[in-house]
């Protein structure tokens, strides 16, 4: 079911997460597929986390051309890239032994000491990738942040005003520093999709939904982004 939301986004709600999974798999291996039909290649923005895992192990088995897809990350984590907290180890791990193994992984983290350092090798990796990007997925936190737009990082203002791919970012609250895409690129798709689950997550969800401030809740710059409008999946 889907409903229009007070916001330019759209809301599709499932009785559960595996129907949830099934349903964002198939609509961004549609979106792939058409990039793949219009130019020959495709590109894909993921987020990490915990949430995505069901979602990115269903759009694994898509019956594309997978060798000719491109998969990002929408942020990291500054640790390397075989430690737990990766989320490239993450996405890796959940392509492997999957027809979409054979999709080029365009990772964030660099062997630069911290992200600041690192932000110019990165905008040149993400320089290859096909743009706009045909889809982009984009979760969120209790916070109300997206990617690693944290509504207590002191970079924030500067990050959403950004005309580069990439910010550095250092939220307080959170273990690591952070590389993240910036508004300029995460908003640069074909189709824009914003993955939650769980009562909480839908409480912030309707809190963003509200007046305010996008610094205060930063998936708001999704909710209410109409070009292209984000779709957003929830389940329980």
Known sequence: MADRLDSSAVLHEWPDRDALDRALAEA???ALQAGLERRGTASLVVSGGRTPLGFLRAL???PLDWSQVA???A???WVDVLDEASNERLLVS???GTPAAAARIVGLKTA???PESALTEVAARLATLPRPFDAVVL???DDGHTAS???DAPQLAAAIASPAPVAALTPRGAAHARLSLTPAALFDAQALFLHITGDGKRSVLDAALGDGPVEALPVRLALRHDRPVCQVYWAP
């Open 28 to 30: 961004v291996g549609a």
């Open 60 to 62: 694994a088995q898509a």
């Open 71 to 73: 998969v990002t990350l």
């Open 75 to 77: 942020d990291e984590r």
């Open 94 to 96: 959940a392509l492997s």
């Open 112 to 114: 630069h000491a911290d």
């Open 139 to 141: 979760g969120m936190g």
């Open 149 to 151: 737009l944290f509504p």
